[in-house]
Every structure is written in C-alpha cells, then in structure tokens.
C-alpha cells in the first residue's frame, strides 16, 4: 500500500473538515449560493477521497471486490478498521455524494447545512481510525 498516497488522502480529509470549520457559514448555506456550493463542494470532495482512501486499504488487505460502496465500508468494518455504526455512517456520507454527483439539482440544503453543523467529527474519526489501525499493523513505520 503507497502509504504516503494513503497519508495524502486523510490529511486532504483533515483539510476539508477545517475548511469547513473556518469558512463555512451554516447559517446562510440555504440564502447564499456561494456558502451552498462551497460546502457541498468541500463535503463532496472530502467524501470521495475517503472513499478512495478505503478502495485503498479494502485492495491491500485483499478484502475482495466489493460490489457497492456500502459493502466497501462494510469490509472496511469487517477488518477493524472502522466499526459497524461507522460503516452505516458511511453509506449515509457516500450516499449524500451519489446525490451530489447525479442528482445535483436534489441537493437539499437542509441536509447540506446539518451535515455542516453536525456530522464533521464523522469525517475526522474516520482520519484517526485509519492512522491509528495504520499504527496498529505496523508500528516501525509511523
């Protein structure tokens, strides 16, 4: 596994979460087209790079191919490196970006602000699950 790619990958996440911390104005996401587009775009984003961060491990471990991107979470889950609640968080979070993806103009900015004001920390867990599971199996390299 190229981990310093993978380490690219959760400080990216890392970086999404504080953008979002600093810039994002909950507030004003459904009156102003700027902060809508700006966070959907960061969440999104943050979103697929932990995706790609899991496609990642799930290929290395030899986890199988996983038909959908829930299962991926799931075998992610299955192999401790998240927990099962997590990886139904996920589905929900990847969900959200299949919407944002395909579905654009559905984009509901109710949910775009919730998952602004509230769901950030899933983001963040997700980073340090992963750095300390990456701890875990190989001590010497961190």
């Not at 810039?23 to 996401?29: L, Q, V």
């Not at 999104?44 to 899991?54: E, K, L, M, R, V």
Request: charged share 25%; hydrophobic share 45%.
């Amino acid at each position: 596994m190229d981990r310093i790619l993978l380490e690219k990958h959760l400080v990216y996440v890392a970086d999404c979460v504080r953008l979002l911390r600093e810039r994002a104005h909950p507030n004003e996401i459904a009156s102003d087209p700027v902060q809508f587009h700006f966070v959907v775009h960061v969440l999104q984003t943050a979103a697929q790079a932990a995706q790609d961060i899991a496609s990642m491990i799930v290929a290395h471990r030899g986890l199988g191919e996983p038909r959908t991107n829930k299962e991926l979470f799931q075998r992610l889950a299955q192999d401790g490196w998240i927990s099962a609640e997590d990886a139904e968080v996920w589905r929900q979070i990847i969900a959200f970006r299949n919407i944002v993806m395909h579905r654009y103009l559905q984009v509901d900015a109710t949910i775009v602000r919730h998952i602004a004001e509230r769901r950030t920390e899933d983001l963040m867990r997700f980073v340090h699950r992963v750095r300390e599971r990456l701890q875990e199996l190989d001590p010497a390299s961190s």
